[in-house]
């Protein structure tokens, strides 16, 4: 009965090896595989997202400036009360 016990554990352990873990890590590098692209689409995605934030913010920064500067100040003033 020894000997059956240890026949089937080595039998049992070797159908792990072979042929079960073989497939458990296929399938498993698939399903990571799938997940690093899609994960990696959001973020180059989101990336593109702040380039476009970013170079919005630097022209907010330039047009504020421009209006923040005496000579946009002293223009206005002039248009607006009808002084060219």
């Known amino acids: 009965m020894a000997l059956e016990r240890e026949e089937l554990w080595s039998m049992m352990t070797r159908f792990h090896r072979e042929i079960s873990l073989p497939e458990i890590l296929e399938m498993t ?11 990696n689409g959001h973020l180059d995605k989101i990336y593109q997202e702040i380039r476009g934030l970013k ?13 923040e500067s005496p000579r946009w100040r002293k223009s ?9």
Do not use: F, H, M, P
């Open 29 to 39: 590098s698939k399903q990571t595989d799938s997940l690093r692209n899609d994960l």
């Open 55 to 67: 170079i919005e913010v630097v022209a907010l920064n330039g047009a504020v400036k421009r209006i």
């Open 76 to 84: 206005s003033k002039q248009t607006l009360y009808g002084q060219s």
